[in-house]
Each structure stands twice: as structure tokens, then as C-alpha cells.
């Protein structure tokens, strides 16, 4: 039998660069990136952490890129994967000066290679350890949606070499992870005092010359600078140059504000060091040049000394927390019940900021600065922030009318919601209704509302509890994917099953101290235990081990804290300094979003609905009932108390629950710059039109066909059912505000209902027509405070009530038949509404982020 021939393999290779030569055997792949891990480490800003990988394919090279932020180029143009051979030229990070190798065959080979550092600050060395090699195929960007299959895992973000500590470097840059440094050539700009820390220590994105007259910023294509950024107006501000030399930025009232070193402006002058900040994207003046810098999603977290107390100090709910996070880092944050999650994800989110210690934004004090880096933040809470009654893409639509400024036209905004569901995978699920979706789906739409404004920081709480482990995997495999795409993940969670997804992890012992810091795969062996629920039991009933201490004392603290640089954001704020609420988008428009939400959420219930037509018809025709043809002596009294417990059903009920249910999504809103006053007027509006609309119907059909014997045939200013209509209808709008404020004050929904029976019940005994109130110290106090006192005495005065049934039940100075009797009655309802919508705004302003209380 003859021989197969031997098939062809890939020759030995070498690649130069500006810093030195490396030999590149078949067989293996190379890694290129700033990581000081990898086979050639090239360190220039552009280069990102993982960048490109070169292997052999059969019998020839290829260089293929790794979702690098600037890209790769081969022999001048853009590649995803091409292949390369000896005479190829490869440029990492911008086709025309990034960082250049060059591959030649053995024959042209060096010496040994050396380490050395290029003037543009490229270096090249060989691998200092063996790693074990990556997955070569790239998993697709999301799971897919149906069903929820969880994507292969991705390699971790290595474990940065232990190195000395030095002079703080840059505080980011394109992928630049706590601890490494990779600042631009040329002189740092200047600083300003008070100028906060910002991304003009990256390589700048944009490079323009100063201008010499008046600019104009804005997203439309006809600005001066174009900002493709939807969270930005189509005529943001104005950058304007004086003749002295002096320039000054002037918000052409946008949205969402112009800020200067973090604060917002109308009109500021700015100085060298100063930052300007409009949407994602934030100027400086260097020199002769204006600066442009992109948050592109890929920011560095640092946390530094955060601690929390209460009760003045006695107890400690954050123990002097510090930890570095990486660009592109998924951390997950575990522990036992009370050591402190929550407490942190608040003050890391700057809703609750720490007493002690600040949070440093890709070099920027978020506390200080949180005017501005807020709409950089993304939070999911435990709680899905969705009315689940809308589809899924109604959902994201209203979303994105309140998050967006108002000259975003609907194209734009429709554009973002369908590439975010794209994103997320959602696209078979874009037209069902959120209810019907399992747990994981929903976490899905939840973390795509909050993308919609494309946050570069993304905190979760709690997505996984109360799902299956599929549905843990596949929601934790979505985070992995949203970090590998270019943002910072903190995901606080009880789970511990599928934490090998993360790049860190962060164990809080009891007491809100560090017990651990550092990668997923050492945690367990760390603590000495083989399983977790062994080590949250010894966390819970091992009081004397000092956690924290041992922690502090290892060379793991050593490696992923001590030894890793973090750098500082300029003068500490003082402790109780708040940043001020966002400017929000108009009122008008956000009362118009809320209205047309609310509808859509209230037809969609058809619960509700059923209940909405019936109480009213069933009401009135109990009314009817008593009635009979004539207001009589035995008929008169019930009649009228069976309209005003109506009133008072209808009004009441509509609201009891409207205010509870939705506290979470709420809270979030308001968070990101919804209007307090708006909210609640979006719900008085709809749900006072219901509840007037109710009780026309209640009259009506109570009152049908019944002569009201009022004196004359008349009432006292109106036709006597009209009187009695109004009557009912403000008494019902006032007991809508009593419903609201129970919903405002109640912890959560279940308590609604007994409050509404307890409610419905003070009513009826003090509206008058089961007990005598006029003249009885303290009962008739309290019945002033009683809308259904006024009503009941509105309509007695209408039909003359003490004609018709005389005695000392109805000898009521409150019911006689006189204009000034029955306008203060009627005044006197209206009076209660405007205050009972005083108490709820201030029961809102209750569950609202500390930061946004004013």
C-alpha cells in the first residue's frame, strides 16, 4: 500500500514590532493584547486588554480579532479574521499609527527577543508562564430567546500580576482594568482646581482646533459637533469664543443638561482642566485643541473605603469596603442575609450614597458627579420595574419617551427599542403581553429598559431569585454577554450555581466586611470549605473568626487589591453633599407618556374593567331600589346613603392598590429623572375620569325616574339631579385621593383591601345619616375631616332632606336648602381633595432614592 503523503503543515513565523521579535511555532495560538499575560503585550491605549489571537488553520496562518474596541487591520484594512503570512503587515488599534507588526518567515528570525519599550509605547516580550489555551470560536453575543438555552461559558478576565506599587496611573482608558497603566504620550493637560478627573486622560476620540467663534452642540446633522447620542438634544449647548480668549458653554435648554465638572449649568465659563460634560460624551480645552471624549461602555469602578452606620453609629451595615472593577468585568456580590448587599449596591449606584469613602467612575467621584453620571448607570431591581399588562415592546416604547428627550422622533426612538430587543434576543417575544413571559424572559425586558439609554455600569439585584437552575444559567450567561459587549456588570445575587461566569467575586461577611475578593474558582478553596452552603453556615454561627482579617492577611488581598492601583478623584466630598436631581424632560410630555401608559396598562386589565363597569350599575340599582318613585319619609334617608357609600366604593376602590403596586418601577423612574408631580397627576387625571364617569352612571341609575320633591321642583342653584350628580362625582374624586393615600402609606398590596373596608366604614358612620354630629363634641370634629359628611349633606340640602323627613335627625345646619349651605359644602370637598393631594405627594417623596428627596 503506498504512503500517504504527510499533510501540509503551517511554517514558523516571526513577528516584529517596534519593541522586538517573536518566534510563533505551529500549533499554538498567540494572544495579543494589553494584558500583561499575554504572548505579545502591546501597550498603547488603543490596544484592547484581549485584542487578537494568531493560530495556524491547516497550513496556513490567520489572525482573527477578539471584539477588540478599535479593531485590526491586515495590510490596511478592518479584519474580523483573515489570513496572514510571512510580508504581512498588522496593525492593532487604528489602521494608520496603531501599533505595527510584521511577520516573516524563520529565515529573517533574530536573536533571542527582547523586551523593549518603543517611543510610541509598544512592547513586545515573550509570555512569562504557560496559560492554558482560550476557545477559539466566538459564542454568539446572546442566548437564544426561545428557548432560553445558555450560551457556552467565556474564559475569565485573568488574574492581574502582583505589581509594586507606584505613582497612581490614568484612571481609564480604552479596556484598561484597575491596576494598569496605559497613558498617552505627551504632557498630562493641565488640571484646574476643583476640575474633576475625566477622560481626557484617555486617548481622546475626537481632535479638533479651538474654535474662534460660536459653536453649536446637538445630535441634528446640522450642528457644528454632532453628538450621535439619543440622550442628547438636537440642539444641546453652544460653545461660544470671546475675543479675550475665554470661552463659555451655554445649555440651549436641553433635556438632560449641560454639566461642567459634573455640576449643571445654563451658562459657565471654562478654563484648561475643565470638563464638559453632554450626554456620553465630555470636551476639554488642551492647548489649541478641543477634546472629545466617548464613554463607550467600557469604564473601570473603584471602590474606595466605603462604610455605612445607623442608629448613630452603633451599628455597622459597610465596614470600610474597598475593591477594584475591571472594563468589561461581570462581579457578582454573595453573602449571607444582612451583611450588607443591598447597603452596597445603593451607595456603589449613589441612590444612598456612604458616609465614608466615595466610588471612583472611570477616575470621576461618582458622588460628586452624579449629576451628571447618573444616566450612565443602569440598575435592575429584584423586583421587575415593568407593567407586565404591555407587551414587550409597548413597555420599551413608553420607556424611551420618558427617557429621551422629546425632540427624539419616534423613529429613533422605535429604532433603539428594536436593537435593544435584538440585543437581548427578545425578538419573538416583542408582541407578548410581559405576563405571560416565564422569570427569566422577564429579567430579560427588565435589563432592556435599562439599556435603552445604553448605561456603561449596569447593576442587577437579585435577577436570579425565584428561578429554576436553567433559568439561573441562562439569565447569568445574558450578563457574561452584556460585559463581554463593552459594560461593567455588578450583579448582587444569592445564587452561588453558576458564579464560574463571573471575572470576580465579592464575599461580605456579616457586619459589611470583605471576606474575600477576588476570583470565582479560589473562593471556596480560600475559606477551606467544600461547598457554599458550608460557608455561609460558618459565616452565620462562627462569630469569632475575624473573616476580614484573614482576608486582609493573605496574598490574595495582595494580589486584586493591595498591590492594584487605584486611583484617586480629586477632594473628598463632604459627606452630607447631594447631588441635584436630573433635569427631566417637560412636564407636559411626561404627563402626556404617563396618560397614554396608564390607559394602555388599565384597558389591558380586564379585571379591572369588569369591576369598573359593574360596581357602579350594581350600585345604583340598590339605590334604585330604595328609592322607589318619590323621596319619601321612609325612603329618602337610604336612598341618599346608598349613593354616597357608592360614591365612596367606586372612588375609593379604583385607587386603593394604583400607588402600592407600582413602588419599584416608581422608585426607578424617579430615578432617572420622572416628576413626582407629573406621576401623580397622570393618575388623578385617569383615574378621576373613571371614577366621575362612575359615578354619573350610579346617579343616573339610582335616581331614575325618582321625583326628588325638592321645593318647587328645583334644587338650590341647579335642576336637583344635577346637584345631586355633582355631588356624588366630587365626593367619589375625593374618596379616589383617600384611596391614593392609602396606597402612598401601605408597605405593600395585600394591606389594601381591609384599609378600603375600614374606609368605606368611618364614611358611612360619619356622613351624617346614621348619627347626629352637629353639636356632639369630637364626633362632629372628626366628621369635618370626612368627605362623605359633606357629600351626604350637599344632597340632603338638594332634596330638602329636612322637609322631607323632619325631626331631629335631619335638623342639621349642614343640610339646609340655601346656596351658601350647599356651596360650602361642595368648597369643602374640593378643599380636602387639593390636601389629601399634598399628603400624597409627601407619602410618594417617602419611597423615593434618597438622592432625589427635595
Known amino acids: 500500500m503506498a504512503?500517504?503523503?504527510?499533510?501540509?503543515?503551517?511554517?514558523?513565523?516571526?513577528?516584529?514590532?517596534?519593541?522586538?521579535?517573536?518566534?510563533?511555532?505551529?500549533?499554538?495560538?498567540?494572544?495579543?493584547?494589553?494584558?500583561?499575560?499575554s504572548d505579545i503585550v502591546l501597550e498603547d491605549a488603543r490596544v484592547s486588554w484581549h485584542h487578537a489571537v494568531l493560530r495556524t488553520v491547516e497550513d496556513h496562518w490567520t489572525v482573527e480579532d477578539e471584539d477588540s474596541t478599535n479593531g485590526t487591520y491586515a495590510d490596511g484594512r478592518r479584519v474580523r479574521e483573515s489570513s496572514v503570512g510571512p510580508g504581512?503587515?498588522?496593525?492593532?488599534?487604528?489602521?494608520?499609527?496603531?501599533?505595527?507588526?510584521?511577520?516573516?518567515?524563520?529565515?529573517?528570525?533574530?536573536?533571542?527577543?527582547?523586551?523593549?519599550?518603543?517611543?510610541?509605547?509598544?512592547?513586545?516580550?515573550?509570555?512569562?508562564?504557560?496559560?492554558?489555551?482560550?476557545?477559539?470560536?466566538?459564542?454568539?453575543?446572546?442566548?437564544?430567546?426561545?428557548?432560553?438555552?445558555?450560551?457556552?461559558?467565556?474564559?475569565?478576565?485573568?488574574?492581574?500580576?502582583?505589581?509594586?506599587?507606584?505613582?497612581?496611573?490614568?484612571?481609564?482608558?480604552?479596556?484598561?482594568?484597575?491596576?494598569?497603566?496605559?497613558?498617552?504620550?505627551?504632557?498630562?493637560?493641565?488640571?484646574?482646581?476643583?476640575?474633576?478627573?475625566?477622560?481626557?486622560?484617555?486617548?481622546?476620540?475626537?481632535?479638533?482646533?479651538?474654535?474662534?467663534?460660536?459653536?453649536?452642540?446637538?445630535?441634528?446633522?446640522?450642528?457644528?459637533?454632532?453628538?450621535?447620542?439619543?440622550?442628547?438634544?438636537?440642539?444641546?449647548?453652544?460653545?461660544?469664543?470671546?475675543?479675550?480668549?475665554?470661552?463659555?458653554?451655554?445649555?440651549?435648554?436641553?433635556?438632560?443638561?449641560?454639566?461642567?465638572?459634573?455640576?449643571?449649568?445654563?451658562?459657565?465659563?471654562?478654563?484648561?482642566?475643565?470638563?464638559?460634560?453632554?450626554?456620553?460624551?465630555?470636551?476639554?480645552?488642551?492647548?489649541?485643541?478641543?477634546?472629545?471624549?466617548?464613554?463607550?461602555?467600557?469604564?473601570?469602578?473603584?471602590?474606595?473605603?466605603?462604610?455605612?452606620?445607623?442608629?448613630?453609629?452603633?451599628?455597622?451595615?459597610?465596614?470600610?469596603?474597598?475593591?477594584?472593577?475591571?472594563?468589561?468585568?461581570?462581579?457578582?456580590?454573595?453573602?449571607?442575609?444582612?451583611?450588607?448587599?443591598?447597603?452596597?449596591?445603593?451607595?456603589?449606584?449613589?441612590?444612598?450614597?456612604?458616609?465614608?469613602?466615595?466610588?471612583?467612575?472611570?477616575?470621576?467621584?461618582?458622588?460628586?458627579?452624579?449629576?451628571?453620571?447618573?444616566?450612565?448607570?443602569?440598575?435592575?431591581?429584584?423586583?421587575?420595574?415593568?407593567?407586565?399588562?404591555?407587551?414587550?415592546?409597548?413597555?420599551?416604547?413608553?420607556?424611551?419617551?420618558?427617557?429621551?428627550?422629546e425632540d427624539t422622533a419616534s423613529a429613533e426612538r422605535e429604532a433603539r427599542v428594536e436593537e435593544v430587543i435584538r440585543e437581548l434576543g427578545l425578538e419573538r417575544r416583542a408582541e407578548q403581553p410581559i405576563h405571560s413571559l416565564s422569570g427569566g424572559q422577564r429579567k430579560r425586558v427588565s435589563v432592556a429598559l435599562e439599556l435603552l439609554t445604553k448605561p456603561s455600569l449596569l447593576f442587577l439585584d437579585e435577577p436570579t431569585s425565584g428561578l429554576d437552575p436553567g433559568m439561573d444559567r441562562s439569565v447569568m450567561h445574558m450578563l457574561r454577554g452584556l460585559a463581554d459587549d463593552g459594560r461593567t456588570v455588578i450583579v448582587v445575587t444569592h445564587s452561588v450555581l453558576n458564579l464560574d461566569v463571573c471575572d470576580r467575586l465579592l464575599v461580605l461577611a456579616p457586619g459589611g466586611r470583605v471576606a474575600y475578593f477576588g476570583g470565582p474558582e479560589d473562593a471556596l478553596g480560600f475559606f477551606g470549605f467544600g461547598q457554599w452552603p458550608e460557608a455561609f453556615e460558618a459565616f452565620e454561627n462562627d462569630d469569632e473568626r475575624d473573616w476580614a482579617g484573614d482576608y486582609r492577611a493573605s496574598a490574595l488581598h495582595r494580589q486584586y487589591i493591595a498591590l492594584s492601583p487605584q486611583p484617586r478623584a480629586g477632594p473628598q466630598r463632604l459627606p452630607t453633599a447631594a447631588a441635584p436631581p436630573p433635569k427631566s424632560q417637560s412636564w407636559s410630555g411626561q404627563l402626556s407618556t404617563l396618560v397614554r401608559r396608564y390607559v394602555s396598562v388599565l384597558s389591558a386589565d380586564r379585571t379591572f374593567i369588569a369591576?369598573?363597569?359593574?360596581?357602579?350599575?350594581?350600585?345604583?340599582?340598590?339605590?334604585?331600589?330604595?328609592?322607589?318613585?318619590?323621596?319619601?319619609?321612609?325612603t329618602a334617608m337610604d336612598a341618599l346613603l346608598v349613593l354616597c357609600v357608592g360614591g365612596v366604593l367606586t372612588g375609593a376602590a379604583n385607587a386603593v392598590r394604583e400607588l402600592v403596586k407600582e413602588r419599584v418601577i416608581y422608585r426607578r423612574e424617579r430615578a432617572v429623572g420622572l416628576s413626582r408631580s407629573a406621576y401623580l397627576t397622570s393618575k388623578v387625571v385617569v383615574l378621576g375620569s373613571i371614577t366621575v364617569v362612575q359615578a354619573v352612571v350610579l346617579?343616573?341609575?339610582?335616581?331614575?325616574g325618582v321625583d326628588l320633591n325638592a321645593p318647587g321642583g328645583e334644587g338650590v342653584l341647579l335642576p336637583p339631579l344635577l346637584e345631586i350628580t355633582l355631588a356624588v362625582a366630587l365626593l367619589s374624586f375625593t374618596s379616589m385621593m383617600l384611596g391614593l393615600v392609602i396606597s402612598a402609606l401601605v408597605p405593600k398590596e395585600e394591606v389594601t383591601m381591609p384599609l378600603l373596608v375600614l374606609l368605606t366604614m368611618v364614611q358611612i358612620v360619619f356622613c351624617g345619616a346614621l348619627l347626629k354630629l352637629d353639636g356632639v363634641v369630637g364626633l362632629e370634629q372628626l366628621g369635618w375631616l370626612v368627605p362623605a359628611r359633606w357629600?351626604?349633606?350637599a344632597m340632603a340640602g338638594t332634596v330638602d332632606l329636612a322637609r322631607i323627613v323632619p325631626g331631629k335627625d335631619t335638623a342639621d345646619p349642614l343640610f339646609d336648602h340655601t346656596a351658601s349651605v350647599w356651596l360650602t359644602n361642595m368648597g369643602v370637598l374640593v378643599l380636602l381633595s387639593m390636601a389629601l393631594w399634598v399628603v400624597i405627594a409627601v407619602l410618594l417623596r417617602r419611597h423615593e432614592p434618597a438622592v432625589m428627596r427635595k
Open 3 to 37: 504512503e500517504r503523503p504527510a499533510a501540509p503543515t503551517a511554517p514558523e513565523l516571526v513577528i516584529r514590532t517596534d519593541g522586538g521579535s517573536t518566534l510563533m511555532s505551529p500549533g499554538r495560538e498567540y494572544h495579543v493584547g494589553r494584558d500583561p499575560l
Open 791 to 793: 357629600a351626604f349633606a
Open 611 to 634: 369591576i369598573m363597569i359593574a360596581l357602579p350599575f350594581g350600585m345604583g340599582v340598590m339605590a334604585r331600589i330604595l328609592a322607589g318613585s318619590q323621596l319619601t319619609l321612609d
Open 88 to 405: 504581512s503587515v498588522i496593525r492593532f488599534g487604528s489602521p494608520q499609527d496603531g501599533p505595527r507588526a510584521l511577520l516573516v518567515g524563520t529565515a529573517g528570525r533574530p536573536g533571542a527577543p527582547a523586551a523593549a519599550r518603543s517611543p510610541a509605547g509598544l512592547r513586545v516580550r515573550p509570555r512569562p508562564r504557560p496559560r492554558p489555551p482560550r476557545p477559539a470560536p466566538p459564542r454568539p453575543r446572546m442566548p437564544s430567546p426561545a428557548p432560553l438555552s445558555p450560551a457556552p461559558p467565556r474564559p475569565r478576565m485573568p488574574s492581574p500580576a502582583p505589581r509594586a506599587r507606584g505613582p497612581p496611573p490614568r484612571a481609564h482608558g480604552p479596556d484598561v482594568p484597575p491596576g494598569e497603566e496605559a497613558a498617552p504620550p505627551g504632557p498630562a493637560p493641565p488640571a484646574s482646581t476643583g476640575a474633576a478627573p475625566t477622560s481626557a486622560f484617555r486617548q481622546p476620540t475626537t481632535v479638533r482646533p479651538l474654535p474662534t467663534r460660536t459653536i453649536r452642540i446637538g445630535r441634528a446633522a446640522d450642528n457644528d459637533i454632532v453628538i450621535d447620542d439619543l440622550i442628547v438634544s438636537r440642539r444641546h449647548a453652544e460653545l461660544r469664543a470671546h475675543l479675550d480668549g475665554h470661552y463659555e458653554i451655554v445649555d440651549l435648554d436641553s433635556h438632560n443638561g449641560t454639566y461642567v465638572n459634573g455640576q449643571p449649568v445654563t451658562l459657565a465659563g471654562i478654563s484648561p482642566g475643565d470638563t464638559v460634560g453632554i450626554g456620553h460624551s465630555t470636551f476639554r480645552l488642551v492647548g489649541d485643541e478641543l477634546q472629545e471624549f466617548v464613554d463607550s461602555g467600557e469604564i473601570s469602578l473603584d471602590v474606595q473605603d466605603l462604610a455605612v452606620t445607623v442608629d448613630e453609629g452603633r451599628k455597622v451595615l459597610l465596614d470600610h469596603v474597598s475593591f477594584p472593577v475591571g472594563e468589561k468585568c461581570l462581579l457578582a456580590v454573595v453573602g449571607p442575609s444582612g451583611a450588607g448587599k443591598s447597603t452596597l449596591l445603593n451607595a456603589l449606584t449613589g441612590l444612598r450614597p456612604a458616609e465614608h469613602g466615595t466610588v471612583v467612575y472611570d477616575g470621576r467621584d461618582l458622588y460628586r458627579d452624579y449629576a451628571e453620571l447618573r444616566r450612565r448607570i443602569g440598575l435592575v431591581p429584584q423586583d421587575d420595574i415593568l407593567h407586565v399588562q404591555l407587551t414587550v415592546r409597548r413597555a420599551l416604547g413608553y420607556a424611551a419617551e420618558l427617557r429621551f428627550p
Open 699 to 704: 346617579t343616573l341609575v339610582g335616581l331614575f
